[in-house]
């Protein structure tokens, strides 16, 4: 089956500094993926799309120049909390579209998620 | 009027009843529906897609209706590991994905 991975799965840092995020899919090449943030016993907030070589498209309200999304390659796309403050601690999670003509295009594959403690 | 509406429970249960689960959407053109299950503090993982003419898979029965524009979940016999978070997805013609904002099952002895 489709595999993602995400690394790390747990960060604590110092406000103010900055946290790098990797979501790669491992067997598949996914052009599509998405950006998560869940607050304890809250639901997924999708917080942007990432597609393969173009800008990530943001959803309302999350700021692009503090979460800096990078999708380089059609297997990783990286997220960085840049100056992070305590208020950003939560858990991020990533996932992957499966590729076009494949028979699980229009399903989502999910990261294990990041942990983000900012002290 | 959100996207997808789901009721987020809590659902209490005795083990071995039948719990069913109902998700709204707004958008009638929406293409693909799916029911994940989360674990605390675990990622999503698909449950099942829901096909047009309903899916079953153990105990498990999902089902479509586009006239109302929803979906539906159906556990049999409940299990103690059926305690988790479950949510409906649906994907927009748009290629957006919307999460309902999850149901919380709790399976009691």
């Known amino acids: 089956g489709a595999v993602v991975s995400q690394h790390p799965s747990r960060v604590i840092c110092k406000s103010g500094t900055s946290v790098k995020i990797e979501c790669r899919s491992l067997d598949f090449q996914a052009t599509t993926m998405f950006w998560y943030r869940q607050f304890p016993k809250k639901s997924l907030m999708l917080m942007a799309t990432?597609?393969?070589?173009?800008?990530?498209?943001?959803e309302q309200g999350v700021e692009k120049d503090k979460f800096l999304i990078n999708h380089a390659s059609l297997t990783l796309s990286t997220l960085t909390v840049t100056s992070a403050h305590p208020e950003d601690s939560s858990f991020y999670i990533c996932?992957?579209?499966?590729?076009?003509?494949?028979?699980?295009?229009?399903?989502?594959?999910f990261g294990p998620g990041t942990r983000l403690t900012v002290l | 009027r959100k996207e997808v509406e789901q009721d987020p429970g809590p659902f209490n249960v005795p083990e071995g009843a039948t719990v069913a689960f109902n998700c709204t959407y707004s958008n009638s053109a929406s293409q693909s529906f799916f029911w994940y299950r989360q674990d605390c503090r675990k990622e999503p993982k698909l449950l099942m897609s829901?096909?047009?003419s309903g899916n079953e898979d153990g105990r498990f029965t999902a089902q479509l209706n586009r006239a109302s524009q929803y979906i539906s979940l159906l556990i049999r016999d409940s299990k103690l590991s059926d305690s988790a978070t479950y949510l409906c997805v649906v994907n927009s013609p748009g290629n957006q994905f919307y999460f309902g904002t999850g149901t919380s099952l709790t399976v009691i002895p």
């Open positions: 990432s597609n393969e070589g173009s800008k990530a498209t943001y």
């Open positions: 829901v096909y047009s």
């Open positions: 996932s992957a579209r499966g590729p076009r003509l494949a028979d699980f295009y229009n399903e989502q594959f």
